[in-house]
């Protein structure tokens, strides 16, 4: 099939969880032979190159600045893009498109392009997005009415089009439970947050003491349970204990933010990386201490791709099935898991072995296929 995919983030590199997600949503439609027309953007000016996929042509759109009053009004959730449009038009113009692929954000307003086109349309989506925007920390009436606002116009774009694509993929149960509120249950997809195992087969040897925390530190939910981890659970024998890599966008200024340096009591802000797998894979284990999020953690998956134990929150790993988490409730039980915690093989192998049966590319690309196939034909 042909196969437009459209999506608001540039997708490479894919150093990030949105970024994965909608690499791997992709590579899975060009592993399944589909010819695709990537419409994405490229605001780190990535040789894309270096990012071959068979059968996939790169058509970049540019990220426009918002202007003072759409920021207020919030009228970029209902705005179309005249340069992503003049894109789709074009594609149209030049292929028979037999379905579109929408991946992330608030795109549904595209979806009207398509039906009067009589193309079936897939939305994807990463998480619950209003229950997020709940958690944000509103402190003043400002800050309060602003996250009001935020939470009615996410609500609203969900309420105004995600009904009208012929196929919605949703990453968990929670977000299933949430999705079928207002969309009809039966075009509801779960394709959790998934990882291409073949990437995956990295081998490095442990670092005795090395914990590892991966994240967008920018995004608030990392930041907060940084925060949370730095100043509730680490402690001067948890520092005399481990070494602890801060890795991904932001972690240098989050750990400035937090306690002044990028160095502090063993904790260490190494900022973006181009590729997190080795940071993962030479760990002891990777911590996760999320107080807040939904869908389905990127960083936990990896983790245990990669045989690396996980040092959990329940929010941490929320979503995902397994029962060989070392799980911890409060600040307390956190810190004694880890003064407890030695390394665990055996722990990190059963953490494979539940990635393979729920979360490779080899099972999700069957379940992304139905869902086309559901979008195209049953009508």
């Known amino acids: ?73 919030g009228s970029h959730y209902f705005t179309k893009s005249a340069a992503v449009l003049a894109l789709f038009e074009q594609i149209c113009r030049e292929h028979k498109i037999d379905a579109a692929v929408l991946d992330y954000g608030y795109v549904g307003h595209y979806i009207g392009f398509f039906r009067r086109r009589g193309i079936r349309v897939v939305l ?57 509120r207002f969309i009809d249950q039966k075009k509801l997809f779960l394709v959790p947050n998934f990882l291409d195992e073949t990437e995956y087969a990295v081998k490095a040897p442990r670092q005795q003491r090395l914990l590892v925390m991966t994240a967008n530190f920018s995004v608030y939910q990392n930041l907060e ?33 937090i306690t002044g340096a990028t ?21 002891e284990g990777v911590v996760i201490p999320l107080l807040h999020g939904s869908g389905t953690r990127l960083k936990c998956l990896e983790a245990m791709a990669l045989n690396t134990p996980i040092i959990a929150t329940p929010r941490g790993v929320e979503g995902v099935l397994s029962h060989h988490f070392i799980l911890a409730d409060t600040a307390a039980e956190f810190r004694e898991a880890l003064l407890r915690f030695e390394g665990s093989p055996q722990r990190g192998d059963a ?14 690309r069957r379940r992304l296929e139905e869902a086309i196939h559901f979008a195209r034909h049953d009508q």
């Open 1 to 73: 099939m042909n196969i437009i995919f459209f999506t608001n983030i540039s997708t490479f590199p894919y150093n990030g969880g949105e970024k994965l997600r909608s690499y791997y949503l992709l590579k899975a439609l060009s592993d399944l032979g589909h010819t695709v027309h990537a419409v994405i953007r490229n605001e780190e000016e990535a040789d894309l190159t270096r990012y071959p996929l068979p059968n996939v042509a790169f058509h970049i759109h540019p990220k426009k600045p918002l202007a003072v009053t759409e920021r207020l009004t």
């Open 124 to 180: 994807g989506t990463h998480n619950a997005q209003p229950e997020i925007s709940r958690q944000l920390p509103a402190r003043s009436l400002l800050q309060k009415i602003r996250k009001l606002q935020l939470v009615t116009l996410e609500q609203w774009h969900e309420r105004s089009y995600f009904s009208r694509a012929d196929a919605v993929l949703v990453v968990s149960h929670h977000d299933l439970d949430y999705h079928r």
């Open 225 to 257: 349970g940084l925060r949370w981890f730095v100043n509730e659970v680490w402690n001067p024998q948890l520092a005399g204990k481990f070494r602890l890599q801060l890795v991904g966008r932001g972690s240098r200024e989050a750990l400035q933010q």
């Open 263 to 283: 160095e502090w009591e063993n904790i260490v802000a190494l900022g973006r990386v181009d590729d997190v797998k080795q940071y993962i894979a030479s760990a």
């Open 351 to 364: 953490l494979r072995a539940d990635f393979m049966k729920e979360y490779s590319a080899s099972v999700n």
